[in-house]
């Protein structure tokens, strides 16, 4: 078969597989690869070059540099500051809400930023008296037009740069990409403040994220505990287990103030069907609830096994955490990466690895959680497919589609040409991964902009634009879907906000962005 048809099948292929969410992401990029090299399209090397890719790299350590600031209680303690002075007005708080999670979506990606955000919005929401629905879409949305404010907000943003770099143009500055994502977080917060209240559901959510003030009143209710007793705070902490069947704690006695078999955690109280367990002769059994009091990692550690239940994960309340233990060491690791990152003095993979490095050295987290940090359906994504990235530059495919392209809206207007690929970034990322999209245009972009006699740059940021417009559906990003159960929200709610949104980042993408980086 002729290389490029071949190329095209693939690509189809792998395009109905994500569009079925039937087979993992990461699955499906592997298979791109290894269909690449099967057909022999790619030799084995150039397969697998996704894997050692420097952009890969980067983007798995800014995982591990996320994790730092969330586990620290850093995003928490900045979510509380900010709208914890926004008032309880509707208009305020949507729009520090929105300021919000844009300006840390730049350091510490899109996902990162929704999930931290998402329990502070609910619970400020609910006690200013306004649905969690009429904030959570905002803040998923925001977090796109936030993710173009710097290089980190996205790993589209990096294979955008290494692909204008590698056309030879130039990459992009760390912060040039705040040019376009100012004026989208702008007209974003206008657009929701206008039109939000009209366009989004009043509707109570399915799911309530934890409100760790909450948390702890409960359990000093449930255990009679006094008023004063601490038990969520920045070095220690408490959780709520249950005796597991078959655990080696049954038959054990153990009361208030008594330290665990471990000798790291003190047992606060215990209970039997919502009752004290007290007496000479109470001795635990299966099912029985201890409160257990103890410094965050030694909660996480012994809870870990199979002698108790985790009702609450220690883990997941520590996050809320305002400026935990590390605080102050993942603000300077991020300050110093990103003044590396800003002033170019070494490559983005090495400042990133750095930085990662750095967050484990410090004992701000430990290396299993720097692992597990990682989102490796990204980086196996992103590695997957830029492989075939590399086929549409070898086999001439991307040059029949820009071809086609041209001959479609003609070579008269580079804006013509400009808006195509806009459109066609759009469609795909409703269907599919945004950063899996931008990898399969952007060759097809670079030779456009080749044929047409035309910079890159502006088809490269155009590109970023359009790919961060996923607005239409609560699959097409993470984000999306991670306030989907949260705000209440349904399949068909989406479009109606996103529609707008989608439509003015068409325009910026078309009209604006080549004002700022010509033709």
């Not at 792998?14 to 993992?24: G, H, K, Q, T, Y």
């Not at 969520?232 to 080696?248: D, K, Q």
């Not at 097809?444 to 559906?473: E, H, K, Q, R, W």
Request: proline share 6%; net charge neutral; with cysteine.
């Amino acid at each position: 078969m002729d290389p490029v048809a071949t190329t095209l099948v693939i690509l189809a292929l792998a395009i109905v597989a994500f569009m079925s969410n039937r087979v993992p992401l990461g699955i499906v990029a592997i298979g791109v690869s290894v269909a690449l090299w099967a057909t022999g399209i790619l030799d084995l090397a150039q397969a697998l070059a996704g894997f050692g890719d420097p952009t890969v790299i980067f983007i798995a350590t800014l995982f591990v540099v996320s994790e730092a600031l969330d586990s620290t209680g850093v995003t928490a303690w900045a979510g509380q500051q900010v709208i914890g002075r926004a008032g309880t007005g509707r208009k305020v708080l949507l729009v520090v809400v929105c300021l919000l999670v844009a300006a840390v979506t730049a350091l510490i990606s899109v996902n990162g930023a929704v999930a931290a955000l998402i329990p502070v919005v609910v619970v400020v929401a609910s006690r200013a008296g306004v649905p969690p629905s009429q904030m959570l879409m905002p803040l998923a949305f925001s977090a796109h037009a936030g993710s173009l404010l710097a290089l980190t907000g996205t790993p589209v943003n990096i294979i955008v740069s290494e692909t204008a770099a590698d056309a030879g143009a130039r990459p992009f500055g760390f912060f040039e990409f705040g040019l376009v994502g100012v004026p989208l977080v702008a007209g974003t917060v206008l657009i929701i403040t206008l039109l939000g209240r009209r366009l989004l559901p009043n509707r109570a959510p399915s799911v309530i994220p934890q409100d760790t003030s909450a948390h702890a009143r409960a359990l000093r209710a449930q255990y009679a505990l006094p008023e004063g007793t601490e038990l969520i705070g920045v070095r220690r902490g408490a959780t709520e287990v249950v005796v597991a069947p078959r655990s080696s704690l049954i038959g054990m006695r153990l009361f208030p103030g008594m330290q665990t078999p471990s000798g790291d955690l003190v047992v606060l109280a215990v209970q039997r069907a919502g009752e004290d367990l007290v007496g000479p002769d109470a001795t635990l059994q299966a099912g029985d609830t201890l409160l257990l009091g103890g410094g965050w990692d030694e909660l996480e550690r012994n809870t870990a096994g199979p002698e108790v239940l985790v009702v609450e994960d220690p883990a997941r309340i520590r996050r809320s955490v305002p400026l935990g233990v590390g605080a102050k060491r993942a603000i300077g690791v991020l300050a110093v990466m990103v003044v590396l990152l800003a002033t170019g003095i070494v490559p983005a993979a090495i400042a990133g690895l750095a930085a990662a490095s750095a967050i484990v050295l410090l004992r701000v987290v430990t290396p299993t959680q720097a692992y597990r940090s990682i989102s490796w359906t990204t980086v196996v994504l992103v590695a997957g497919m830029i492989p075939l990235s590399t086929a549409f530059v070898t086999t001439g495919t991307a040059d029949v589609i820009a071809r086609a392209l041209l001959d479609l809206v003609g070579e008269s207007s580079p804006y013509l040409a400009l808006a195509a690929m806009c459109v066609l970034t759009v469609v795909l990322g409703q269907l599919i991964s945004n950063t899996a999209t931008v990898l399969i245009v952007a060759p097809i972009a670079v030779v456009v902009a080749a044929d047409l006699g035309v910079s890159v740059l502006p088809f490269m940021m155009a590109l970023t634009v359009s790919g961060a417009a996923a607005f239409l559906t609560p699959v097409a990003t993470p984000a999306n879907t991670m306030v989907l159960e949260p705000g209440g929200y349904r399949f068909a709610d989406y479009w109606k906000l996103g529609l707008p949104l989608l439509l003015f980042f068409l325009l910026i993408a078309v009209l604006y962005v080549p004002l700022i980086w010509p033709f």
